[in-house]
């Protein structure tokens, strides 16, 4: 694992684990455990409550963080109308079977009946829809920043109005073709200047002369002993000996 990935993992783990966080669980549980039985079944043990309340606690954290990845991966979910029913439906959908087999697991250890299915999805619903108010601020921020991403400094170069997007960069002489869907532009630039102003856009030099956006390609072509990236509008863009491994490393052929 890389020294990034780590630091970030850690840096995750830490914000979900505040002190602030911590303490709040401290007192917050062995409340909830004494004021509020599972199922409303009050022969339940305090300790069989604690442990209960801390699981669900745990089931909570982990599912609404793995829908919010799902929902984040597949912008489709974050772009529907019904974008909290959809949440509602994905977190129910984790929720409800995990919440039963903690539930059957800690009854059955401790000597007690299980509650039934139906009692299980009726509090799976209500944590589900619980779950969604809390996360819907994140699930709005997602929204927002897929369908309003942050543009190149490039752009401000090209003609008033450009809406497209941005496939490579091409040197010619002492210009750079800017190859795009609306059309191919030339900047009066210096490569290496017009790749900087690309940034935030994740894109790759192929050849000394080209580079391509990582959204861009999609398909690796071989002819004549060389390799191509094959892009969206079907360019066939050139890779060197140089940059060959690098793309290698990062997946892209």
Known sequence: MHKSGMTSKISIIQKAFSPQRVVAGLVFLPLLAYAFPPFHDSDLSFGLRLVFWAGVMVLALTVTGLARKLMR???V???VPARDL???TLTLA????SLWMLAWVLFTCGGYMAPDAE????YGALFATGLMLVQRNDLNAAASTESDPEKPRLVKRLPPGFNGKIYRLTVRDHNVDVVTSEGTFTLRSRFTDAIAEMEPVPGHCSHRSHWVTDASIVSVERKGGKIFLKLVNDDLVP???KYKPML???GLI
Do not use: G
Not at 94 to 97: A, E, G, Q, V
Not at 119 to 122: I, L, S, Y
């Open 73 to 75: 991966k597949n912008p």
């Open 77 to 79: 979910f974050l772009n």
């Open 86 to 88: 959809a949440f509602v």
């Open 94 to 97: 984790l929720f409800t079977p």
């Open 119 to 122: 009692r299980v999805v009726v």
């Open 239 to 241: 890779v060197s000996r």
């Open 248 to 250: 290698e490393e990062d």
